[in-house]
Nanobody, 129 residues
Framework: QVQLVESGGGLVQAGGSLRLSCAAS????????MGWFRQAPGKEREFVAA????????YYSDSVKGRFTISRDNAKNTVYLQMNRLKPEDTAVYYC??????????????????????WGQGTLVTVSS
């Protein structure tokens, strides 16, 4: 069974940076796409970023493109989310996710929470103005 454990959340001022980490176990990590989603109070969970199994391709929501960077270290079974130039609207619980294996994976599936089969417990990021 896949287990994902996030860390690195906290309180930061607007314009600051944080790096989230997600350690995975119970999976052949290097074979799976990974992603980050977030959920703000009173809102639905939304896609933030995703990365292919090799790390060769990355995908971002328009709201974070140019400020956030997703990366992975397959030797450490860990995926990261570097968040720069944070804004108060980035405040949310951030969840690491493990995508289901599919023979055909169109890029439109990356922002579909139903395409994931495991989630971490979430880590809270609060950005003060």
């Amino acid at each position: 069974q896949v287990q994902l454990v996030e860390s690195g959340g906290g309180l930061v001022q607007a314009g600051g940076s944080l790096r989230l980490s997600c350690a995975a176990s119970g999976t052949t990590f290097s074979s799976y796409r990974m992603g980050w989603f977030r959920q703000a109070p009173g809102k639905e969970r939304e896609f933030v970023a995703a990365i292919t199994s090799s790390g060769g391709s990355t995908y971002y929501s328009d709201s974070v493109k140019g400020r956030f960077t997703i990366s992975r270290d397959n030797a450490k079974n860990t995926v990261y989310l570097q968040m720069n130039r944070l804004k108060p609207e980035d405040t949310a619980v951030y969840y690491c996710g493990h995508y289901r294996s599919r023979a055909y994976f169109p890029s439109s599936l990356y922002n579909d929470a139903g395409a994931l089969d495991a989630w971490g417990q979430g880590t809270l990021v609060t950005v003060s103005s």
